[in-house]
């Protein structure tokens, strides 16, 4: 049962571009919608996060938009640059269940920046 | 300041054999966390843990066991290991389940 499906399952964007990654999920407690950036080698680094009581968050470059009633959060990489190659997780919790508010991952979207 | 530091980085096994995998964070924080990362599949959650004494069973446990004497570590044992559990294994720590994951390196695990 996959609770947080993402996709594109691969994007590739020129440099200048905006990167759009989608993830929708089923249940609906989730209440915190966090987006990992992940480089060859290395482990998943928190990029952005969102809360259920705003439709939008943007930090620089980054911005993620949030529909409730859709059930979805998406992230936007404006002026995408070579350096934003990378994969990317969304994920979810569900903070109202205390001790069980475990991080549920998508299946990650590998971003390529082409010049 | 390390974050949270796993050991080891890499090991080659062979099918049947044993080994534990450390995770060690020097954040104080109270949520722990084992997931594997294999192609297509994301990240999925092996084990977790709430609290120093405090284990749960995530999305796929079975052939995996861990234990949290300390809050600082959190261990995660392979009792017979078998190929399929040749995979990426990363551990995570968080003051609440809620709130940033921060990420160890990974294990870079291979059973043949």
């Known amino acids: 049962q996959q609770q947080v499906k993402q996709s594109p399952q691969s994007l590739i964007v020129q440099k200048g571009g905006i990167s759009i990654i989608n993830c929708a999920y089923e249940?609906?407690?989730?209440?915190?919608f966090p987006w990992y950036q992940q480089f060859p080698g290395k482990g998943p680094a928190l990029l952005i996060a969102?809360?259920?009581?705003?439709s939008e968050k943007k930090e620089g470059r980054f911005t993620i938009s949030f529909n409730k009633s859709a059930k979805q959060f998406s992230l936007h990489i404006m002026d995408s640059q070579p350096g934003d190659s990378a994969t990317y997780f969304c994920?979810?919790?569900?903070?109202?269940?205390?001790?069980?508010?475990?991080?549920?991952f998508g299946t990650g979207t590998r971003l390529t920046i082409i010049p | 300041n390390a974050g949270v530091t796993q050991t080891p980085k890499f090991r080659v096994l062979k099918t049947g054999q044993s080994m534990t995998l450390l995770c060690a964070q020097d954040?104080?924080?109270?949520?722990m966390y084992w997931y594997r990362q294999d192609p297509g599949m994301g990240l999925r959650l092996i084990h977790y843990?709430?609290?120093?004494?405090?284990?749960a069973k995530g999305e796929v446990p079975d052939g995996y066991n861990v234990s949290r004497l300390k809050k600082q570590n959190f261990l995660l044992g392979l009792e017979s290991a078998a190929p399929s559990q040749t995979s990426v294994y990363f551990c995570?720590?968080?003051?609440?389940?809620?709130?940033?994951?921060?990420f160890g390196q990974g294990t870079r695990l291979t059973v043949v």
């Open positions: 995570a720590s968080s003051f609440q389940g809620n709130t940033e994951a921060f």
């Open positions: 954040m104080n924080h109270e949520y």
């Open positions: 969102i809360r259920p009581d705003v």
């Open positions: 994920a979810a919790s569900d903070g109202s269940n205390f001790g069980n508010e475990k991080l549920t």
């Open positions: 843990s709430v609290g120093e004494g405090t284990t």
């Open positions: 249940n609906t407690a989730f209440d915190y």
